[in-house]
Each structure stands twice: as structure tokens, then as C-alpha cells.
């Protein structure tokens, strides 16, 4: 029984022993390569590697070859899984990068393994980010949010976080919200452009996307936007530009009171 028990475990040794879970899941064998593309500037490619695999725990990820000094590296560990995060400098030429990691266990049950991580970087922000469109008409009202739905598909296989901005073409002193929206590496999801506008009227609305992270990403799509009134709106506008309020709107102004308007 030993015999057998010892042969089993020969033979596991003798096939794949690295395990990367995140952000491609893929078994590696010493030496293997693999690739992790695309990155943009300023996005960080979080690895996962599986710690237990077979008979085997694995408990350091460690960088073996040399890469310049501007990478910001980081790693962590749980029960589970290693963690390596490697995040792109923001001037970071287009290109492909090596990192050649060692991973070995505490006990010394077995030889270390390596894996070969190559990250391609690119400006292109269409390899990046695909920004699907807003539907072409809107409608909302008066002095109410406003959300209008479209879809990003987060192209990278980095973490990314994207900002969200609505803005009036018609009325560009308006100010509205930023909303930050957080994606994993190949995450799509669905985000909303928001905005309170106090008249109603037809009006385009741009709602910007860019990264804060990324530099070269930053785009803009628009939509017609039909805003209707609202009793609300109606009583917010009596009396707009008037230096002085007439008795018989006088109810009128005491209902705002009432409503808190």
C-alpha cells in the first residue's frame, strides 16, 4: 500500500502544478508562459494562483527577473490563494512586459515551479473599453433624476474603475453627479447616466466615461432627452424672474413651504 501510495504521488508531481485562477484560469506547467493582454496605463492585473494543488500547498509567489523600478507590485496570501498584483505605470510605453515568478512551498516537498507572465500593455483605448450606446430618445421629468441606461464591457484584463457624468449640451453650467462604477478583468455591466433638470424642454445629454486610473481612456455619448413638466416644476417656476411676488401667487409659494420645495 505504501508502494502504491508513493507511486501516486509520483505521478502527480508529474503533471501541471501551477494553477492561475484570476485573471485567465489556466494550469501551468514549469516554464509555461502565459499571456495577459490587454492592459492600459494605470490598470492593475491582479493574479490569483491556486495554493493547494494535489498533494501540494503552495506558500510564496516570489519575482524572479529584474523590471523596472516604476511597477507597482504587491503580493498576499490566504488559505486559499496567492495574490499578485502588478498595476501599470501611467507612462508606460505600449509594449510587452516579462515577469517570471517562482513559486515554492515552506516544507521543501518539492522543487520550485515557474511561471513566465507576460502583460501587454496598449494606448488603444478602443482594446480596452467598449461603450455600447444609449438608447437614441430619452424621456424623464422636470426637476426629478433622471437615469438613462447603456452597457460598458470592461475589454481589459485588468481591474478597472470608470467614472460616469451627465452634462446638458443646452444648459453646460448645469451641474450634475460623478458616479464611480468598479469593474473585474473582462466585466461587463450595465450603468446609468444621471441628471436632475429643473425645466422641461428637448435637450442632448452627454454622459461622459473615463478612467482615473487610465489616462487614455475618456469618451462621450450623447442622446436626445424630452423633459416634461411635473406639478412640482410647475410651482419651482412660477414667479421665475420677477423681482417681486404678486399677492395671487402668494398660495402657490405657500404650498412650496408645505411640500418642502
Known amino acids: 500500500m505504501k508502494r502504491i ?16 485562477v484570476t485573471p485567465k484560469h489556466i494550469a501551468l506547467e514549469s516554464l509555461d508562459q502565459v499571456e495577459i493582454s490587454p492592459v492600459g496605463p494605470g490598470q492593475e492585473v491582479f493574479l490569483k494562483f491556486e495554493r493547494t494543488v494535489g498533494s501540494y500547498v503552495w506558500d510564496d509567489v516570489k519575482l524572479i527577473n529584474t523590471v523596472d523600478p516604476d511597477w507597482q507590485l504587491s503580493t498576499y496570501k490566504d488559505y486559499q490563494y496567492i495574490y499578485y498584483s502588478i498595476r501599470v505605470p501611467t507612462s508606460k510605453a505600449s509594449g510587452r512586459y ?31 473599453i467598449k461603450i455600447y450606446p444609449m438608447p437614441p430618445s430619452a424621456e424623464g421629468f422636470a426637476a426629478e433624476n433622471i437615469r438613462i441606461p447603456f452597457d460598458i464591457e470592461n475589454k481589459a484584463l485588468a481591474q478597472t474603475n470608470y467614472q460616469v457624468s451627465a452634462s446638458i449640451k443646452e444648459m453646460p453650467g448645469l451641474g450634475a453627479m460623478t458616479i464611480s462604477h468598479s469593474f473585474l478583468a473582462g466585466q461587463s455591466n450595465r450603468v446609468y447616466a444621471q441628471i436632475n433638470i429643473p425645466e422641461e424642454g428637448d435637450y442632448t ?31 419651482l417656476s412660477i414667479g421665475h424672474g ?20
Open 98 to 128: 516579462t515577469f517570471q515568478f517562482e513559486i515554492r512551498d515552506n516544507e521543501g516537498l518539492k522543487d520550485p515551479e515557474i511561471a513566465v507572465v507576460q502583460v501587454v500593455v496598449t494606448h488603444d483605448q478602443d482594446e480596452l
Open 5 to 20: 501510495l508513493a507511486l501516486l504521488l509520483l505521478l502527480a508531481s508529474c503533471f501541471a502544478t501551477i494553477q492561475l
Open 205 to 235: 445629454l452627454m454622459a461622459r466615461i473615463w478612467s482615473t486610473e487610465n489616462p487614455t481612456i475618456s469618451q462621450t455619448i450623447t442622446t436626445r432627452l424630452t423633459v416634461k413638466p411635473t406639478f412640482r416644476s410647475k410651482l
Open 242 to 261: 420677477f423681482p417681486l411676488v404678486p399677492m395671487t401667487m402668494a398660495p402657490f409659494y405657500a404650498l412650496l413651504g408645505v411640500f418642502g420645495w
